[in-house]
């Protein structure tokens, strides 16, 4: 949330400052028709809208959870959950908004294909996802859930 509103802010002071200085500077080198500043400064502010606007309602859906939405004993938003492979190979990852993908670290989006199989499952659940590679099996070993966590801060 806070990278959001963190661009957000960038490209407002963009838009409302630095874009406007741009165009009217382009727009003294005369025919518009033929200003490539100009076309290329519209371009960006036509880009810096758009961008806003989709933060701005990433933003509107990420304050509608809160944490009583997430599952305690199932697999949900900043789960820590340790998968166990067919052939014995183990692995870990945590569950976090798009924003938060970090695969090097083991963070994995809720909208994944393997977060999508994982949400709302609990351990000893048997999970199957579709990877470029072909299937995967995966059987849960290990779960905490991010009340737990916050329950251990806590304490």
């Keep these: 949330m806070r990278r959001l509103k963190k661009e957000l802010e960038e490209l407002r002071f963009e838009l409302r400052h630095k874009l406007p200085k741009e165009i009217e500077v382009a727009r003294e080198h005369g025919d518009l028709r033929e200003n490539a500043e100009y076309s290329a400064a519209k371009e960006r502010q036509g880009f810096v809208n758009a961008r806003i606007g989709q933060i701005e309602q990433r933003i509107r859906d990420l304050s509608l959870y809160s944490v009583d939405s997430i599952p305690r004993a199932a697999v949900g938003y900043g789960s820590q959950v340790t998968l166990e492979g067919e052939d014995g190979s183990e ?47 995966y059987s849960i070993v290990e779960l905490r859930t991010i009340h737990d966590r916050t329950d251990m801060s806590a304490s």
Excluded at 93 to 107: C, I, K, Q, R, S
């Design 91 to 137: 692995e870990k990852y945590e569950l976090v908004f798009p924003e938060e993908v970090n695969a090097a670290a083991g963070l994995i989006s809720i909208g994944s294909p393997l977060g999508r199989a994982l949400l709302k499952k609990e351990v000893g659940d048997d999970i199957e996802v579709v990877t470029p590679k072909g299937k995967r099996g």
